[in-house]
């Protein structure tokens, strides 16, 4: 006898931590960000981050 099967498949959520598709998008974003923050900090105050936290 062969089992029937389904005809709905449930809707997983997909979890928020872990190498998944919704966290590497995240990091991106962030890294993004952070970038273009260091950029802007280097066109106004005329100097690299390492000199505007003081470690140069």
Do not use: C, D, S
Request: charged share 15%; aromatic share 12%.
């Amino acid at each position: 006898m062969t089992q029937p099967q389904p005809t709905v498949q449930p809707k997983l959520q997909q979890p928020k931590f872990g190498f998944n598709e919704y966290a590497e998008r995240l990091n991106g974003r962030a890294a993004m960000i952070g970038f273009g923050l260091m950029l802007i900090i280097e066109y106004f105050t005329n100097q690299g981050v390492l000199g505007w936290l003081g470690l140069k």
